[in-house]
Each structure stands twice: as structure tokens, then as C-alpha cells.
């Protein structure tokens, strides 16, 4: 019988999807991201697009370290 649970470990998250989309949204460009400006905003599509793109550039990162 095979175990149903997951193994230990995973997907690398080295910081919050919550607190980059704040920050992201305060215009603080978190992570290396563009700044915006927090009185416009962002549409769902640039925030999720610059979340990925900070995760895929700290495992990079982390990749070479």
C-alpha cells in the first residue's frame, strides 16, 4: 500500500505571497520587482506575473549560493 501523505519539503516560498502583493501594492517594488504607483494600482494579471517572477529569481539565487 503506498502512503497517501506528502513527503516532507517541497516547493521553495521564501517569502509570502500576502506580503509581496502588499508591498507590491504600497509601491515598495519588493523582491526587485517594478515599482508601481499605490494610487493607480495593479491589475491582478501584473501582480500575479511579478510574484512568479521574484519567486523564480530567489530560487535562482538560492540555486547558486
Same mark, same amino acid.
Given at each position: 500500500? #503506498?502512503?497517501? !501523505?506528502?513527503?516532507?519539503?517541497?516547493? /521553495? !516560498?521564501?517569502?509570502?505571497?500576502?506580503?509581496?502583493?502588499?508591498?507590491? /501594492? /504600497?509601491? *515598495?517594488?519588493?523582491?526587485?520587482?517594478i515599482?508601481?504607483?499605490?494610487?493607480?494600482? %495593479?491589475?491582478?494579471?501584473?501582480?500575479?506575473? *511579478?510574484?512568479? #517572477? %521574484? /519567486?523564480? !529569481? %530567489?530560487?535562482?539565487?538560492? %540555486?547558486?549560493?
Amino acid at each position: 500500500m #503506498l502512503p497517501i !501523505r506528502p513527503s516532507r519539503g517541497g516547493f /521553495l !516560498r521564501p517569502f509570502g505571497c500576502g506580503w509581496f502583493i502588499r508591498e507590491f /501594492l /504600497l509601491g *515598495h517594488a519588493p523582491e526587485g520587482s517594478i515599482k508601481i504607483d499605490p494610487e493607480v494600482g %495593479a491589475c491582478q494579471e501584473d501582480i500575479f506575473y *511579478h510574484y512568479k #517572477l %521574484a /519567486l523564480h !529569481r %530567489a530560487y535562482a539565487e538560492d %540555486a547558486v549560493a
